[in-house]
């Protein structure tokens, strides 16, 4: 079974950046979408970008306006969030997810919470002055 563990997140000043990592172990993540999703305090958890098969297929959450970019290396095994210009809105903890997928094409990217399987355990980014 995959296992899941992020790093990356800390305290950042607004207007900065950060890149969260996110390492998988006990099997590679070829065959799985990926996925990246935050949940701030009294909220839902929502998908703030996802990865196809091959890397190509990218989503990410429309109302970011192309601040967050996702990436993955099938090759390391892992999955990044590389997060530009924060905003104290952005602060969550952040989690990688995994979701099987019967996808021959590499292309689809999935952004229900429920499509996933695979969690990490989460990593907190803190946007503050």
């Known amino acids: 079974q995959v296992q899941l563990v992020e790093s990356g997140g800390g305290l950042v000043e607004p207007g900065g950046s950060l890149r969260l990592s996110c390492a998988a172990s006990g099997g590679s993540v070829r065959p799985y979408v990926l996925g990246w999703f935050r949940q701030a305090p009294g909220k839902e958890r929502e998908a703030v970008a996802s990865?196809?098969?091959?890397?190509?297929?990218?989503w990410s959450k429309p109302d970011l306006q192309g601040r967050f970019t996702i990436s993955r290396d099938n090759v390391k095994n892992a999955v990044y969030l590389q997060m530009n210009r924060l905003l104290p809105g952005d602060s969550a903890v952040y989690y990688c997810a995994a979701a099987e997928t019967s996808d021959v094409t590499g292309s689809y990217f999935y952004t229900g919470v429920w499509e996933y399987q695979i969690w990490g355990q989460g990593t907190q980014v803190t946007v503050s002055s």
């Open positions: 990865v196809s098969l091959n890397g190509r297929g990218k």
